[in-house]
């Protein structure tokens, strides 16, 4: 059976292996991102949570923007910095909770995709520490678990759910209304949150056709779209 997810130096499951429908679930959301760049005009984007670094090179080489991509593992900085280098590219290692990331600069937006609900426990804290560092007019852009989903729901309101996904202690997914009063609350404006996405990471090729033919209607229903998996979140500084 091909191995579904990949863990940190701790144990914890962090990044989806590139299997079955992964990849394209990838690409769809890295193009969501490079949306979200060309919406602001952003000149200098900053990913939080940047893994193995596929999504920030993605972004690197479809905009010209300077992008810098954070994240506290030193082993996926490494291994970043090994598969991917591009003149407006960088990978450094970042607490986002523990150092200074003002230190980075300023930014046109930040992003990140499924690394909020890591920092549930502090993110009033992440938010607005994002929002410092996002210039006025500036974007938010983030894709986070939906707790309405039942895989999520078991995955991460379970005992045997959090076992067999490898969550670390405080990892929770989220409510739409969580998000959007945490957004609110650190003075985000425009916040919108969206329930989207359907293709199940390492869901064999032979389905990611009928996935993909399926989801916009699934998507715009209001039946249906509270099951999908994820929320895509935009904010404005």
Not at 106 to 115: K, T, Y
Request: charged share 20%; aromatic share 8%; proline share 7%.
């Amino acid at each position: 059976m091909a191995q579904l997810n990949l863990t940190d130096e701790r144990g914890y499951n962090q990044i989806f292996a590139p299997v079955g429908a992964t990849p394209v679930r990838q690409r769809r959301r890295s193009d969501w991102m490079l949306a979200q760049i060309a919406a602001v005009s952003a000149k200098c984007v900053l990913e939080i949570g940047s893994g193995t670094g596929e999504n920030a090179a993605w972004l690197a080489a479809n905009t010209d923007a300077e992008v810098i991509a954070v994240d506290i593992s030193p082993a996926f900085v490494s291994a970043a910095r090994e598969r991917h280098r591009a003149p407006n590219l960088r990978f450094e290692r970042l607490d986002l909770l523990g150092d200074k990331p003002l230190e980075f600069g300023m930014f046109d937006l930040v992003c990140g995709n499924g690394i909020l609900h890591h920092l549930v426990v502090e993110l009033p804290r992440v938010l607005a520490t994002l929002h410092r560092l996002t210039n006025p007019g500036g974007g938010l852009a983030f894709i986070e678990p939906n707790f309405l989903n039942p895989y999520c729901a078991f995955a991460f309101g379970t005992r045997v759910g959090r076992r067999f996904a490898r969550l670390e202690p405080d990892e929770m997914a989220f409510t739409p209304g969580e998000l959007r009063q945490a957004l609110t609350g650190a003075g985000w404006q425009d916040v919108v949150v969206k329930m989207r996405d359907f293709l199940v990471p390492g869901l064999p090729l032979p389905l990611v056709g009928p996935t993909l033919a399926l989801e916009p209607l699934l998507e715009s229903s209001a039946l249906t779209s509270w099951l999908a998996q994820s929320h895509f979140m935009t904010a404005r500084a």
